[in-house]
């Protein structure tokens, strides 16, 4: 390949093939970083995109799942969003998003939020953004961009969703508070679920419970800290019956279906807390019982994306027990860039958490 030249592909619109593209590898500003991507993992939210249950700006370079080796580094970037030295060569992750610390919503603790909010694997290459997205060789990280630096210890296939799912979870946790030695119930055992599993367990959570419709991903579950699973044909009153006794402190919902909201409003505790991350697709209305909510004194908070210090908290977290739970196998197939249509139709199946995109070559 060309050294001087990048390429990618073009998503243009639902369920059509993917474009072949090449540009000029840039020089990156004094505040940019020209990254050379090692690996990229398809999301749900890709798959949403491509087969159009969401709409996202096009033509793009879809893919935010992203870790790579710094290419070329701006000449005023020294170290990463740690402070920790960086410099070409090095294996990093970042945030998916840009932003000021001047912005408004940055300061009171929404950067994500931040107007004209700038997103890897989310942008029109029309804008002047050719490659800010994962299913290309090389992404320029602009101005703003939260980076850290990561371990190559990490198998790719694990690391790579640290920016999305695992970043995802470590908010969710974060909005939940202390829940050492509480109770947590999660919906959804896809990878946000395992993810809200393993990281409830390493932070203190008495007991994790699952529930899902897939009865093969509630076995998987066990196996990344959940200590009981329930089947989501079961009803609100026999998952009662099962947890013999044992209060529901924290929900998180990674599914966005109205009726496990739902559920996990009816399963809560006095006090408990709603974190849910799941619903950021159109669906049918939520239906909740305001006296629910009042007399049981409910909190229900939202997240969508996460801040840069979760993202730092979840590196940490999958650094110190990615041993501990199978991660690496959640990646069910890989496939090269020039293959991503074929990658895409292995991802819409159902059969794996994840599908990979290697480009360590």
Same mark, same amino acid.
Not at 38 to 57: A, E, M, V
Not at 321 to 338: A, I, R, S, W
């Given at each position: 390949?060309? #050294?001087?030249?990048?390429?990618?592909?073009?998503?243009?619109?639902?369920?059509?093939?993917?474009?072949?593209?090449?540009?000029?590898?840039?020089?990156?500003?004094?505040?940019?970083?020209?990254?050379?991507?090692?690996?990229?993992?398809?999301?749900?939210? !890709?798959?949403?995109?491509?087969?159009?249950? &969401?709409?996202?700006?096009?033509?793009?370079?879809?893919?935010?799942?992203?870790?790579?080796?710094?290419?070329?580094?701006?000449?005023?970037?020294?170290?990463?969003?740690?402070?920790?030295?960086?410099?070409?060569? !090095?294996?990093?992750?970042?945030?998916? $998003?840009?932003?000021?610390?001047? #912005?408004?919503?940055?300061?009171?603790?929404?950067?994500?939020?931040?107007?004209?909010?700038?997103? $890897?694997?989310?942008?029109?290459?029309?804008?002047?953004?050719?490659?800010?997205?994962?299913?290309?060789?090389?992404?320029?990280?602009?101005?703003?961009?939260?980076? +850290?630096?990561?371990?190559? @210890?990490?198998?790719?296939?694990?690391?790579?969703?640290?920016?999305?799912?695992?970043?995802?979870?470590?908010?969710?946790?974060?909005?939940?508070?202390?829940?050492?030695?509480?109770?947590?119930?999660?919906?959804?055992?896809?990878?946000?679920?395992?993810?809200?599993?393993?990281?409830?367990?390493?932070?203190?959570?008495?007991?994790?419970?699952?529930?899902?419709? #897939?009865?093969?991903?509630?076995?998987?579950?066990?196996?990344?800290?959940?200590?009981?699973?329930?089947?989501?044909?079961?009803?609100?009153? !026999?998952?009662?019956? @099962?947890?013999?006794?044992?209060?529901?402190?924290?929900?998180?919902?990674?599914?966005?279906?109205? @009726?496990?909201?739902?559920?996990?409003?009816?399963?809560?505790?006095?006090?408990?807390?709603?974190?849910?991350?799941?619903?950021?697709?159109?669906?049918?209305?939520?239906?909740?019982?305001?006296?629910?909510?009042?007399?049981?004194?409910?909190?229900?908070?939202?997240?969508?994306?996460?801040?840069?210090?979760?993202?730092?908290?979840?590196?940490?977290?999958?650094?110190?027990?990615?041993?501990?739970?199978? +991660?690496?196998?959640?990646?069910?197939?890989?496939?090269?860039?020039?293959?991503?249509?074929?990658?895409?139709?292995?991802?819409?199946?159902?059969? $794996? $958490? &994840?599908?990979?995109?290697?480009? !360590? #070559?």
């Amino acid at each position: 390949m060309n #050294n001087t030249k990048a390429t990618a592909k073009i998503f243009h619109k639902p369920n059509q093939a993917f474009e072949d593209f090449e540009t000029n590898i840039p020089n990156p500003a004094a505040d940019e970083i020209v990254v050379k991507i090692t690996y990229t993992t398809i999301c749900t939210s !890709d798959l949403h995109t491509y087969y159009g249950r &969401r709409n996202s700006p096009s033509p793009s370079i879809l893919g935010h799942e992203i870790i790579g080796k710094i290419a070329k580094l701006g000449d005023s970037i020294t170290s990463d969003y740690n402070g920790h030295p960086i410099g070409e060569g !090095d294996l990093i992750t970042w945030s998916v $998003y840009t932003f000021s610390p001047e #912005n408004p919503m940055a300061k009171i603790g929404i950067p994500q939020k931040s107007p004209d909010l700038f997103k $890897y694997g989310h942008q029109s290459i029309l804008n002047g953004s050719p490659l800010s997205g994962g299913f290309a060789t090389h992404c320029l990280l602009r101005g703003g961009s939260s980076v +850290f630096k990561i371990s190559n @210890k990490l198998v790719p296939g694990e690391a790579a969703p640290l920016n999305c799912t695992h970043a995802t979870i470590a908010g969710a946790l974060r909005l939940a508070g202390d829940i050492n030695g509480k109770n947590v119930l999660v919906f959804g055992a896809g990878m946000l679920g395992l993810s809200a599993c393993s990281m409830s367990r390493e932070i203190g959570a008495k007991n994790v419970y699952t529930i899902d419709i #897939n009865n093969d991903r509630l076995k998987n579950a066990t196996s990344f800290g959940a200590t009981e699973t329930f089947s989501a044909s079961l009803s609100d009153l !026999d998952i009662e019956n @099962k947890l013999n006794n044992e209060k529901i402190d924290v929900v998180i919902d990674t599914t966005g279906n109205p @009726k496990a909201m739902e559920s996990g409003i009816n399963l809560l505790s006095l006090g408990g807390i709603a974190i849910w991350v799941g619903a950021v697709y159109n669906a049918p209305k939520t239906q909740i019982n305001a006296e629910t909510v009042v007399r049981k004194i409910i909190s229900i908070k939202g997240l969508h994306n996460y801040t840069p210090t979760d993202l730092g908290t979840a590196i940490n977290f999958l650094a110190s027990c990615h041993h501990k739970y199978p +991660f690496k196998k959640l990646v069910g197939k890989e496939f090269p860039l020039k293959k991503l249509d074929e990658a895409f139709e292995a991802a819409n199946s159902g059969k $794996y $958490y &994840r599908i990979g995109i290697n480009q !360590d #070559n």
